[in-house]
């Protein structure tokens, strides 16, 4: 299983981006997928999370109504749509599923980095 994060980059506070999660290796059918970020020195944090089939979305507290996840099934391709920008949510951003009910986030992207700066 591999996993391919794009789409970060620079964007001014206020401003949008979308990430991008491409899966390969398998079916996913309903497994659970999830965005996670990390800033260097603190613990890598949980953002949003999705079925494969685009059920059951969920956010963080912090990104609820600003972030959006979304799925593209067929494609095996996975969204993080961002919209109103904070300079707190620099961070690079993970991808990640997990390849069994029940199981861990074991199968992990390599990470894309946005900057919220002016």
């Keep these: 299983v591999q996993l391919q994060a794009s789409g970060g ?7 949008s981006l979308r990430l ?3 899966a390969s290796g398998r079916t996913f059918g309903s497994y659970p997928m999830a965005w996670f970020r990390q800033v260097p020195g603190k613990e890598r944090e949980f953002v949003a999370g999705i079925r494969w089939n685009g059920y059951a979305p969920k956010y963080a507290d912090s990104v609820r109504g600003r972030f959006t996840i979304s799925t593209e099934n ?9 919209n109103s920008l ?3 949510d620099t961070a690079v951003y993970y991808c990640a599923t997990q390849t069994s009910y029940g199981g861990p986030y074991n199968a992990w992207g390599q990470g894309t980095l946005v900057t919220v700066s002016s």
């Design 9 to 15: 980059g620079l964007v001014q506070p206020g401003g």
């Design 20 to 22: 991008s999660c491409a």
């Design 74 to 82: 067929a494609a095996n391709t996975a969204y993080l749509r961002m």
């Design 86 to 88: 904070k300079p707190e």
